[in-house]
């Protein structure tokens, strides 16, 4: 039979991450391979959600989203981006910030057209690229606190190069990127003309005093830059599939009618939930969800170097990747399998985080639990002591 997938689809793997979810439901163990987010989501926006639906709010949103939750973004990405972003031509909703980077690659990216990536990377940012049949190429971040060099951006540059994607607080490293790395990736983001995209989901997630910078914020590049974000983490609202972008307003309408082609909206109550916890939700609120995430970095890092798993101690993000290089098998998937099978706690192999393989290897454990699941999964994970 000739009837087979496309070339295009043939490039595209299932994520780890999915994989290792599946291994994990097999042996009824503790979940900590996908960011999946257990705690919980603030009243005020299950009661906006709520009322939204009971007022009638169910029907087709305009194809940049409710006015309401644009509004919203505009407000808080001045307050606390630094960004200012017109509510009625730069800001598009879209379903979640996976499917604003999509819609940006598309706008904008042509066939063949690289861009640069830092790894270890988010498995789904390089799968969108490959959709968009755009180009991935990488910086190798070096452990444990995952810094670059200047020269390392230079050297990645090419005549094929478009974009720079920048996710901070990054997945799976929990790098903040500094603002004088920031710096350096505006500078040749300038002299090369290329466009910014970034990935700021987890910006609220910052530990040990730390900053969220966006690189939209900085001198000349409010022009070249593609911010996206979203509150599926902030908001314990993962499933929602709520996200935005924000850019230029030429590129946000082509952005918006890509948008309406492959989603048509993101869901009208659910846009009205999260406008109202953006509006009522107070600095407390992200005062006490970073010391709360603080709390349970220091807890789950604490297992893993009891458990002879050496951590790189995140600086954001709700994740950790663990030094699994004494541990059992040839490939970190290996490895993963091995500490999912004498502890019952499933991570994600670096063969998801990395286009080739390491000569160190790591683990990626998520610690966005309720603090009843990560203390049995710190216990359990501590046993590893007893067998490496």
């Not at 683990?363 to 216990?379: G, H, Q, V």
Request: with cysteine.
């Amino acid at each position: 039979m000739s009837l087979k997938i496309s070339r295009k689809a043939e490039r595209i793997v299932q994520s780890e991450i999915r994989a290792m979810f599946i291994e994990c439901a097999k042996v009824r163990g503790i979940n900590l391979s996908q960011g999946v987010c257990d705690t919980e989501v603030p009243l005020s926006v299950r009661d906006g959600a709520h009322k939204a639906i009971e007022d009638g709010i169910n029907s087709y949103t305009r194809y940049d989203g409710r006015e309401e939750l644009r509004k919203a973004v505009a407000k808080k990405m001045l307050g606390y981006n630094g960004i200012t972003a017109d509510p009625e031509s730069e800001i598009i909703i879209s379903g979640g910030s996976t499917g604003a980077f999509y819609c940006a690659c598309l706008a904008l990216l042509d066939p063949g057209d690289e861009v640069i990536v830092f790894e270890p990377y988010y498995g789904y940012h390089i799968n969108t690229l490959l959709a968009a049949e755009a180009s991935p190429s990488y910086i190798r971040l070096q452990p444990p606190d995952w810094s670059f060099q200047k020269k390392d951006l230079e050297a990645a540059i090419t005549k094929k190069t478009r974009g720079i994607l920048v996710n901070t607080p990054a997945n799976p490293s929990g790098k903040v990127f500094s603002q004088a790395e920031l710096q350096w990736i505006a500078e040749a983001a300038r002299r090369h003309d290329l466009f910014v995209f970034t990935d700021e989901i987890y910006e609220y997630f910052l530990y040990d005093g730390r900053r969220h910078v966006s690189p939209g914020s900085l001198p000349g590049m409010e022009d070249r830059t593609i911010t996206i974000s979203g509150f599926s983490k902030t908001f314990s609202i993962t499933g929602w599939r709520i996200g935005y972008s924000v850019s230029r307003a030429d590129w946000a309408q082509m952005i918006g009618y890509l948008n309406d082609l492959i989603y048509v909206c993101a869901p009208a109550p659910l846009q009205i939930g999260v406008a109202q916890g953006i509006l009522e939700l107070t600095p407390e609120y992200y005062r006490d969800l970073c010391h709360q995430y603080a709390m349970k970095r220091d807890k789950i890092c604490g297992s893993l170097e009891k458990a002879g798993l050496k951590p790189c101690i995140p600086q954001g993000s709700y994740y950790v990747l663990a030094d699994v290089t004494h541990v059992p098998g040839k490939t970190s998937k290996d490895k993963a399998m091995f500490v999912l099978s004498k502890t019952g706690v499933a991570g994600v192999p670096d063969e998801a985080f990395f286009h080739k393989p390491l000569d160190s290897q790591f683990i990626r454990f998520c610690f966005a639990k309720e603090d009843s699941e990560l203390d049995k999964a710190c216990r359990q994970l501590e046993k590893m002591s007893f067998l490496i």
